[in-house]
């Protein structure tokens, strides 16, 4: 098993990190004080467009997309995008400036491998340009929907057109003013098979009856201006063309578009895990206490060295989901995404919980990303399915495949 990188990804890595340190990094406070500015909420920050002009010129746009599209990507293997991910997961709000941020990646991954002709005209193109920004429909209040058959969204054919109706929240990239589209998943028919019973339309954002009700924060952060909304959708009406794939194949779809999402997450963990360790180990250089400095206590250095063990068995067992996804694809590589979605919000909680008790006040405050990181870190063990979810399918697949042995 070799994870050496490809000289491909190496350069792009480096470029990566280049364009990050000459283009971002001097304009980061200027973000974070429009970020902090309450006036400024479901406000896209004005040099965005600027840095995704230059960013596209520089070669580095649409990164994710794992098998090439034209002169819009650079065709890279998972495992050649994920450290590209890592990088970028270190400052977690500059993902769209490369065009790499949820959920329009996943959207642009269902697209590109499931829409038709006129679907990929009219909604992939400007998406893969940045030209707009969409949102995901799938998680709804009343259900777990953690199991998507519960889904109970309604998606009912009537004439040339289908009829919408039902409720979802945590729908995210629906706040961006920006945002054009959505995928909604739903039930086109209640009663076939378990897994066929779910479908992905296309729904423009200002369609009539889609509604949203309110913007929803994880541990207080609302991350705008792309966000998570609950929206009400009432008899939302759309052509019988925006169906993706064919009625019943949502499930189909969904497993499709999650499993190369779980790995962006996962190496975004890491690169927010990796930033955590950075600032934790600079402050034992920084700090004293009882006339001690930090790096001095063998309880701090142990902490940062379960840390850097944590991360490198993380990254180390996404790289090798990256890479049996490439070899083998999603089914074959199942088992090793479920340990990742597993591990890696996990590890990355703990290393940034680390470096909060190490930075005292400042780690709890707005000078840092930590407090930020660790309510991303927790939300993505519900996101893409809880821990629980994921340990139950791992454990009854190690089961089976023990007991017939």
């Known amino acids: 098993m070799d994870f050496e990188y490809s000289d491909k990804s190496k ?3 480096q470029k990566l990190t280049n364009f990050i340190e000459n283009h971002i990094v001097p304009v980061e406070e200027e973000f974070l004080a429009f970020q902090s500015d309450k006036n400024n909420m479901w406000k896209r920050f004005p040099k965005t467009e600027i840095l995704k002009q230059k960013a596209k010129e520089a070669g580095l746009w649409n990164l994710f997309l ?6 819009l990507s650079p065709g890279l293997t998972n495992l050649e995008y994920a450290p590209l991910a890592e990088i970028m997961g270190k ?13 329009d990646t996943g959207n642009m991954e269902v697209l590109a491998k499931y829409g038709n002709k006129a679907q990929k005209e009219e909604w992939l193109k400007p998406l893969l340009n940045g030209e707009i920004r969409s949102a995901f429909l799938m998680t709804e209040p009343q259900v777990a929907s953690s199991d998507a058959t519960n889904i109970e969204t309604s998606i009912v054919l009537d004439g040339d057109e289908y009829v919408i109706n039902g409720r979802k929240w945590w729908s995210s990239g629906a706040m961006d003013p920006h945002c054009k589209v959505a995928i909604v998943m739903g039930k086109t028919n209640p009663e076939a098979h378990r897994h066929q019973q779910q479908s992905m339309i296309l729904v423009p954002i200002d369609t009539p009856g889609l509604k949203i009700l309110r913007p929803l924060s994880v541990l207080g952060f609302y991350d705008s201006p792309e966000g998570h909304a609950e929206i009400i959708l009432n008899n939302v009406r759309v052509p019988k063309g925006n169906l993706i794939l064919g009625e019943g194949r949502g499930f189909e779809i969904a497993q499709g578009r999650l499993g190369p999402g779980r790995i962006h997450h996962c190496m975004r963990l890491i690169g927010m ?4 360790l950075g600032l934790m180990s600079k402050r ?10 930090f790096y001095e206590y063998s309880s701090i250095r142990h902490e940062i060295a379960k840390s850097a063990c944590e991360i490198e068995q993380a990254r180390l067992l996404t790289l090798s989901a990256a890479d049996k996804m490439d070899k083998a694809g999603n089914k074959e590589a199942k088992d090793i995404i479920a340990m990742i979605k597993i591990v890696a919000p996990n590890m990355a909680q703990k290393v940034i919980d680390r470096a909060i008790q190490i930075l005292g006040g400042k780690g709890v405050g707005p000078d840092t990303y930590l407090a930020h990181y660790f309510a991303i870190a ?25 007991g017939q042995s």
Request: net charge positive; with cysteine.
């Open 273 to 276: 895990a990796q930033y955590a």
């Open 66 to 71: 794992p098998k090439d599209y034209g002169d």
């Open 284 to 293: 034992t250089l920084e700090r004293e206490t009882f006339g001690k400095k």
């Open 11 to 13: 350069e792009l890595q």
């Open 378 to 402: 927790r939300m993505l063990r519900l996101a893409d399915g809880p821990d629980e979810v994921h340990m139950y399918q791992l454990g009854k697949s190690c089961i089976k495949k023990y």
């Open 91 to 103: 400052k977690i709000w500059i993902s769209e400036i490369f065009n790499c941020s949820a959920p």
